[in-house]
């Protein structure tokens, strides 16, 4: 996923009304250096993000991502990002796309250590080729996530429900995973209840009713599961939220993890066992989710 765009911020405030802030931006060489060593994203990952799909130059669900990296901040107790602001800097690195699929970031640090403001960029990159994850699918393994499903209302300083930029859980996650000869995991609850993917949410399918693990519990709300969930529902299908057993996994007709870049990758097998894919409706899916989404 080589970077061929970058822009830094000046993040204004969230209540600054200007329409026009490209002042505030400095395009910046994506392959040179840009942050200082004081950063506290890279020292400490103290900071959000979001990452944004992009098709033929056209930024998807960009309000949903801006809706939730608001909701990240505040969480994290960071300034509330400026909508405007950020929309700009979206459109700026959705027009440096071109055709094709690519993917925009957007991140939010605190900044340096004892400074005065955050710091915030945007990047926009070539995404990787993900034919393979949507036409043939993936295999996955659940992973205890070391919690239970009560714990961010008992415990909210883990940040459980914020996109931050600490992610090394995640991608060990996926190490494991694949040490275990999957291509992804599904992390569940130490009471027995799923969450999700290390960087993805899950659908799956019972007959015709759509369903998701509830919102809580740690589980981001993933803006491709809300927009698919739309698009169900208006072609006639059920949708629901649900504290989802894990042993549900195993009685679902079909399933899929479905996010941002990879879209929807139907899970063709959950810790050995064999889970029926339906190609035709995965096909129809990833249809919707390439087609300009706002």
Request: charged letters at 20%; proline letters at 5%; one cysteine or more.
């Amino acid at each position: 996923m080589a970077l061929h765009f970058a822009l830094m911020i000046d993040p204004a405030a969230s209540d600054d009304a200007r329409t026009d802030f490209s002042e505030t931006f400095t395009a910046v060489d994506p392959a040179a250096p840009a942050l200082t060593v004081g950063e506290l994203s890279t020292q400490r990952g103290d900071g959000i993000f979001e990452s944004i799909g992009v098709v033929d130059g056209h930024a998807q669900e960009v309000e949903a991502h801006l809706s939730r990296l608001a909701h990240s901040a505040q969480l994290c107790d960071l300034p509330q990002p400026n909508a405007g602001q950020w929309r700009e800097a979206v459109a700026r690195a959705a027009a440096q796309c071109g055709p094709g699929e690519a993917v925009i970031k957007l991140i939010l640090s605190r900044g340096i250590e004892h400074g005065p403001t955050p710091t915030a960029w945007v990047t926009a990159a070539t995404a990787a080729d993900n034919t393979r994850a949507r036409t043939r699918g993936i295999r996955v393994v659940t992973l205890d996530r070391g919690y239970t499903l009560d714990a961010p209302t008992r415990a909210p300083w883990l940040l459980l429900g914020a996109k931050t930029l600490s992610y090394a859980v995640n991608m060990a996650a996926l190490r494991e995973a694949h040490r275990r000869g999957a291509d992804d995991a599904i992390f569940t609850t130490t009471d027995g209840f799923v969450l999700e993917a290390p960087t993805a949410s899950l659908i799956l399918r019972r007959g015709d009713t759509f369903v998701t693990p509830a919102p809580h519990g740690g589980i981001l709300h993933g803006t491709t599961q809300l927009s698919l969930f739309d698009h169900l529902a208006a072609e006639g299908y059920e949708t629901a939220y649900e504290n989802v057993p894990a042993s549900a996994l195993h009685t679902a007709d079909a399933a899929w993890l479905v996010s941002s870049v990879r879209l929807a990758a139907p899970i063709t097998a959950i810790d050995d066992v064999d889970v029926t894919v339906d190609a035709d409706l995965t096909a129809a899916v990833n249809a919707y989710l390439l087609s300009p989404r706002d």
